[in-house]
Nanobody, 117 residues
Framework: QVQLVESGGGLVQPGGSLRLSCAAS????????MGWYRQAPGKQRELVAA???????NYPDSVKGRFTISRDNAKNTLYLQMNSLKPEDTATYYC???????????WGQGTQVTVSS
């Protein structure tokens, strides 16, 4: 299995910015897609950003215009730049990697993001 390790979470004030990183144990270029999900207490896990191997990105309306997903293939690292953070962005953020041909997905253990004054 591929190991994914998230980092960069923490406490930030509303309106602030944060960049999350997801380091993979293997080449991220071998995945069909990668993405960031989040889960708040009492809520279901939801997609916040995704990127295909070809570079196509997707964001839900809740984060569109504020979050940006990117990757560095040479460093085998996925990033999530979060700007204009809101209290409702508070959640545990998880990195996910999808394999080709509907193979098993890999998940990181998550990093906590808290937006509060």
């Amino acid at each position: 299995q591929v190991q994914l390790v998230e980092s960069g979470g923490g406490l930030v004030q509303p309106g602030g910015s944060l960049r999350l990183s997801c380091a993979a144990s293997g080449s991220i270029f071998s995945f069909s897609a990668m993405g960031w999900y989040r889960q708040a207490p009492g809520k279901q896990r939801e997609l916040v950003a995704a990127i295909t191997r070809g570079g196509t990105t997707n964001y839900p309306d809740s984060v569109k215009g504020r979050f940006t997903i990117s990757r560095d293939n040479a460093k085998n690292t996925l990033y999530l730049q979060m700007n204009s953070l809101k209290p409702e962005d508070t959640a545990t953020y998880y990195c996910k990697a999808d394999r080709y041909y509907n193979g098993p997905s890999s998940w990181g253990q998550g990093t906590q993001v808290t937006v509060s004054s």
